[in-house]
């Protein structure tokens, strides 16, 4: 009998894992897949993912083999900013949501999915989880009404079945636990992304980049084995067009995007993989926990992949949820006060203004006149610049950022500097012009 059994070893279900088997409680974890392996992702790391990984003592072992780096740059329409994620907030963010700041780095960096899983799947064996790769679970054991274990099949092809106090569903946003528990998705965003993406050796851009024009989006940033992941995305109306030609697209694309990426790319760059694609990304919620089960990860949060947040959000759901487990496996706290608690962090007013921030994102619509004159006046406020970037990073509240006092504020400096945008020349015919299908 295990205290918990995590279903899924990657981003959350590792994390959980290993934070639970820290507190010395036992722990089995189960992927059908094998490690080190990729998973659909382009892997950046924000800085608070950063954090998390400094704070469970696993982030020298990721920066021994990636390239870090603080300042990003943001590219909209042609309008340049340049910024980092305050430590301040930072430091804010991890208090109001762990109670503490330790640990707190200003970096970001695009970690391989082979390369960070790995580190995490060790990391939780290492600390005492019991780990079982290549294994699939089948089944969830419920006896009067409340999950109590699991049946699957092993590696070797045998059938397993085992019994926890608490199944933690870290399978990921297609979840097989809460598919079986029969849990609807809620507020579910159907429009989205889609995205393509590869690795590029032979240049070096840098920093991180990204960029935004039009209903298209582009971003370049360097990653392990001295290659840059180059990613291109737009909106999932344009998919059937785009998928034509692949490759092509993604050139074309890029040009489109950032003329200066596109030639980069083109002349010096060299493809080292196949080109990765992904169109389904919508966007939902599910509930979190129930008799005998939690979720933690895309299995209870999916989001496009358009802010880069998921890997982040699912170390931030293992914190949460196994901080409140752990209250409970201690005999600290009943199993409803300490899943109560997890839920009251999860389900805070900042957590679905952010969910609406990336779903609404997502829809690719050109930026506006007056949200493209707010990026102008940034260009002169380096405080509000890097507090733009930390509440696309959902390390300020959204809420803040985008207040009514803050965006006239700002648009007032914004008209007197417009000019010398290209992107404001003739504004009617660039934004009618952005809306044809690009690949059509
Ligand atoms: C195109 C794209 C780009 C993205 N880019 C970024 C990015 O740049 N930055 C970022 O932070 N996030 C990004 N994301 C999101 C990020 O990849 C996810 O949020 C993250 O992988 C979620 O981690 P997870 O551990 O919850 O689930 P997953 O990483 O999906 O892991 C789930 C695991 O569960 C296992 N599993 C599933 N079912 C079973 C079963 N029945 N038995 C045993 N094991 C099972 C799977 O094998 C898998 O290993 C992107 C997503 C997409 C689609």
Known sequence: MYDAI?????CAGAATALLLARQGHRVLVVDRSSFPSDVISTHFLWPHGMSYLNRWGLLDQVTAVTPTHTVVDIVNDGIPLSGSVPVSLLREHFRDLH??????????????RRVLDQILVEAAAKAGAEVRTHSTVRELIISDGRVVGVRGRASDGGEFEERARIVVGADGRNSFVARTLGLPRFDERPRCTFAYWSYWSGFDPGRGQIHRRGRLGCAVVPTNFGQNMVLVWGPSEWSREFRADVPGNVQRALDFVSPELGELVRTRGTREERIYGTLDQSGFLRQLHGPGWVLVGDAES?????TAIGMTHAFRDAEL???ALHRWLAGESSLDEAMAAYEGRRRSQNSAAYYDYVCTLSEMRPYRHDELQLFVALRGNQEETDRFIATHADIAPVSEFFQASNLFLLNDAAKESSAGYPVFEDFAATSRMYQQNLFA
Do not use: E, F, M, T
């Open 6 to 10: 995590v279903v899924g070893g990657r």
């Open 99 to 112: 109670g503490d700041d330790s640990g707190v780095v200003q970096s970001y960096a695009s970690v391989r």
């Open 302 to 306: 999916a989001k496009d992949q358009c």
């Open 321 to 323: 949820a196994s901080a």
